[in-house]
């Protein structure tokens, strides 16, 4: 079972269109993280948000993290073709040797047509 | 330059015959871990280690072994592979941001076994 479902499962737009991608669980996080991969490479973290109703901006993208810190999401305004690529969602639940664990979404497949 | 190195990157062997994919990462992280991704899974825990000679389990530890005898490596050991070991694995390595850890991934190891 996904601790964290994102939704869609895969995505396709034209240069220019904007789009949102989701990700919801029914746990509380203590911090949720956003990264994007790109083929024959890992994951990059994009953005983490950490206070129930943060919003932050990098560029065209716009990060939500949900009042009750379980759910997320990530608009992209005016998307480009280098946006293509898959958008993992991972949510931190604290544990007791402070570093906490993070549970993965399954990720949502952006392509970005010219 | 700040980085996770994995070797290799590509690896086609057979059932039984062990094999080890290295992971060092020249950032002197404390905490270090092994994932592996799988197409619908996203991207689940193996095996962590928060120092050196200090490891414990992830989600899916079974079939898997690790070794953490100096801070930079932290190679991943299959003593008897299988075909349901075949994946991508990533290794990451994490530095604490306040409230918050950010990970850095390595680029990828793709297994195959037949």
């Known amino acids: 079972t996904q601790l964290l479902e994102q939704s869609p499962q895969f995505l396709s737009i034209q240069e220019g269109e904007n789009l949102t991608v989701y990700c919801n669980s029914s746990?509380?996080?203590?911090?949720l993280q956003w990264y994007r991969q790109e083929p024959g490479e890992g994951p990059v973290l994009l953005v983490t948000?950490?206070?129930?109703?943060e919003v932050k901006k990098l560029k065209r993208l716009t990060f939500q993290f949900g009042d009750a810190r379980k759910d997320s999401s990530l608009h992209i305004t005016a998307a480009q073709p280098g946006d293509t690529g898959l958008y993992l969602c991972?949510?931190?639940?604290?544990?007791?040797?402070?570093?906490?664990?993070?549970?993965f979404g399954a990720g949502t497949q952006v392509v970005v047509t010219p | 330059e700040a980085q996770v190195t994995q070797n290799p990157r590509y690896l086609i062997t057979v059932t039984g015959k062990k094999l080890t994919v290295t992971c060092s990462q020249n950032?002197?992280?404390?905490?270090m871990s092994w994932y592996r991704q799988d197409p619908g899974l996203g991207l689940r825990q193996i095996y962590y280690?928060?120092?050196?000679?200090?490891?414990d389990k992830g989600d899916v530890p079974e079939g898997y072994k690790v070794s953490r005898k100096e801070k930079r490596n932290f190679p991943l050991i299959l003593e008897s592979p299988s075909p349901n070991q075949t994946s991508l694995y990533f290794c990451?390595?994490?530095?604490?941001?306040?409230?918050?850890?950010?990970?850095?991934f390595g680029p990828g190891t793709r297994l195959t076994v037949l």
């Open positions: 990451a390595s994490n530095i604490k941001r306040g409230a918050w850890n950010e990970q850095f």
């Open positions: 280690s928060m120092n050196v000679e200090v490891t």
């Open positions: 948000v950490v206070t129930g109703g």
């Open positions: 746990s509380v996080f203590s911090s």
């Open positions: 950032m002197n992280h404390e905490y």
């Open positions: 991972a949510g931190a639940i604290a544990t007791t040797d402070s570093w906490g664990k993070l549970q």
